[in-house]
């Protein structure tokens, strides 16, 4: 059974707004025209521990997706928008409360874009024929937003995010590779409409854009909160705020992101779950169990890291809260099983203590009586290092 490439691409584009994607677009298999770009910045090691960026497969197939389905002969190319509101107040009904990154706050976006670009080739297939077809989200190894500018759904930004006008940088992207010709459709290639702005690289809490269209991740508050296992550098922890999974700064001071009134409404399954979601509970979290976690990161981005991780993350964000009902949770943190955690709730006294006088004296007792049992060397070095803040 075939079909006129015209044809296919009708059949896909239908396929695509049934499933409820926002943007979509399709073009002709190509290799990248910035491979070289890639490799320089891997070079400059600005992917950090992100080792399986560099290796052979990740960087065959950001060269050319081929690699990843050799019959591909299309890419069709989605975008589906996610909440963008602003989160609630910290401490708007007395919790002391933290921020996850917009796009974490629902389920999690690659079973959600994974799925509804599954019925599409599932489309595909049953009008056509037999095709090979992939479905990519970002884990998969392919230069998303470079196909995505190719598919005229947006350009890219200095934050290196795609700007989709209409729904600003909020969306997530996906990608279905065809082992058959359809016919590209009518979008041209849009070239960066930033101008001379450049309050996306301003903002940045730590300082992460080596420049314009450059990021080094080790320096990135989404980075470090996810991607990144061991101690998070101390200067750059007061920078965090309470951001404990990803960072959305670059996103919020960007002028393609002010909300009009003809902006489309996200994905349902992208919006916050709950309020707990759009403003996590810190205390809660400190010291929540393992099966407790389990049901608060079930089919959630938050999937992504483990509790040391999460809980190394809630202890920098109790510590930079400047509230003092912080103050139990951190005490309770220092003597987590986890090295790890340990370590940054001793730092997260000390932030609490030196910016809420009123609890310095507590901070300073706990980290005194942690010190007296403590045994890792890492946590001693933290320890004192807290108490040397607290009694200078």
């Given at each position: 059974m075939t079909s006129a490439p015209a044809a296919l691409r009708e059949l896909v584009v239908a396929a695509c707004r049934r499933a409820g994607f926002h943007r979509v677009g399709i073009v002709p298999i190509a290799?990248?025209?910035?491979?070289?770009?890639?490799?320089?910045?891997?070079?400059?090691?600005?992917?950090?521990?992100?080792?399986?960026?560099?290796?052979?497969?990740?960087?065959?197939?950001?060269?050319?997706?081929?690699?990843?389905?050799?019959?591909?002969?299309?890419?069709?190319?989605?975008?589906?928008?996610?909440?963008?509101?602003?989160?609630?107040?910290?401490?708007?009904?007395?919790?002391?409360?933290?921020?996850?990154?917009?796009?974490?706050?629902?389920?999690?976006?690659?079973?959600?874009?994974?799925?509804?670009?599954?019925?599409?080739?599932?489309?595909?297939?049953?009008?056509?024929?037999?095709?090979?077809?992939?479905?990519?989200?970002?884990?998969?190894?392919?230069?998303?937003?470079?196909?995505?500018?190719?598919?005229?759904?947006?350009?890219?930004?200095?934050?290196?995010?795609?700007?989709?006008?209409?729904?600003?940088?909020?969306?997530?992207?996906?990608?279905?590779?065809?082992?058959?010709?359809?016919?590209?459709?009518?979008?041209?290639?849009?070239?960066?409409?930033?101008?001379?702005?450049?309050?996306?690289?301003?903002?940045?809490?730590?300082?992460?854009?080596?420049?314009?269209?450059?990021?080094?991740?080790?320096?990135?508050?989404s980075y470090l909160t996810i991607e990144h296992a061991g101690p998070i550098p101390i200067e750059l922890r007061a920078a965090m705020g309470t951001r404990i999974f990803g960072c959305d700064v670059c996103q919020e001071v960007c002028p393609w992101n002010a909300a009009g009134p003809g902006r489309a409404a996200p994905a349902p399954e992208l919006v916050p779950r709950d309020h707990d979601h759009a403003a996590p509970d810190l205390v809660r979290l400190a010291t929540i169990g393992a099966n407790q976690l389990r049901g608060y990161v079930r089919r959630t981005a938050l999937r992504r890291i483990d509790r040391p991780r999460l809980q190394r993350n809630v202890a920098v964000a109790l510590g930079n809260s400047g509230d003092a009902a912080a103050l139990p949770a951190l005490v309770a943190m220092v003597a987590n099983p986890a090295p790890l955690v340990r370590g940054h709730a001793a730092w997260g006294l000390g932030q609490l203590g030196a910016t809420v006088p009123a609890v310095a004296a507590a901070a300073a007792a706990a980290i005194t009586a942690a010190a007296a049992s403590e045994t890792d060397p890492v946590v001693v070095a933290e320890l004192a290092a807290a108490r040397a803040r607290l009694t200078a």
């Amino acid at each position: 059974m075939t079909s006129a490439p015209a044809a296919l691409r009708e059949l896909v584009v239908a396929a695509c707004r049934r499933a409820g994607f926002h943007r979509v677009g399709i073009v002709p298999i190509a290799p990248s025209a910035r491979a070289e770009r890639y490799a320089a910045w891997l070079a400059a090691g600005h992917h950090g521990e992100m080792h399986y960026l560099a290796t052979a497969d990740h960087v065959a197939g950001r060269a050319d997706a081929r690699a990843l389905l050799p019959e591909a002969r299309t890419v069709v190319v989605v975008a589906l928008a996610y909440g963008s509101e602003a989160p609630p107040a910290p401490t708007v009904d007395g919790v002391v409360r933290g921020s996850l990154a917009r796009y974490a706050r629902g389920t999690d976006y690659h079973l959600v874009v994974r799925d509804r670009l599954a019925e599409v080739a599932a489309a595909l297939v049953a009008h056509a024929g037999p095709i090979a077809t992939r479905v990519c989200v970002d884990a998969a190894p392919v230069a998303e937003r470079e196909w995505a500018e190719r598919a005229g759904l947006g350009f890219a930004a200095k934050n290196t995010m795609i700007i989709a006008p209409g729904l600003g940088s909020y969306v997530v992207l996906g990608e279905l590779l065809v082992g058959a010709e359809l016919a590209a459709t009518d979008a041209a290639p849009e070239r960066s409409r930033c101008g001379s702005c450049r309050a996306c690289l301003d903002a940045c809490p730590t300082g992460a854009f080596v420049d314009a269209y450059v990021l080094d991740a080790r320096r990135c508050i989404s980075y470090l909160t996810i991607e990144h296992a061991g101690p998070i550098p101390i200067e750059l922890r007061a920078a965090m705020g309470t951001r404990i999974f990803g960072c959305d700064v670059c996103q919020e001071v960007c002028p393609w992101n002010a909300a009009g009134p003809g902006r489309a409404a996200p994905a349902p399954e992208l919006v916050p779950r709950d309020h707990d979601h759009a403003a996590p509970d810190l205390v809660r979290l400190a010291t929540i169990g393992a099966n407790q976690l389990r049901g608060y990161v079930r089919r959630t981005a938050l999937r992504r890291i483990d509790r040391p991780r999460l809980q190394r993350n809630v202890a920098v964000a109790l510590g930079n809260s400047g509230d003092a009902a912080a103050l139990p949770a951190l005490v309770a943190m220092v003597a987590n099983p986890a090295p790890l955690v340990r370590g940054h709730a001793a730092w997260g006294l000390g932030q609490l203590g030196a910016t809420v006088p009123a609890v310095a004296a507590a901070a300073a007792a706990a980290i005194t009586a942690a010190a007296a049992s403590e045994t890792d060397p890492v946590v001693v070095a933290e320890l004192a290092a807290a108490r040397a803040r607290l009694t200078a």
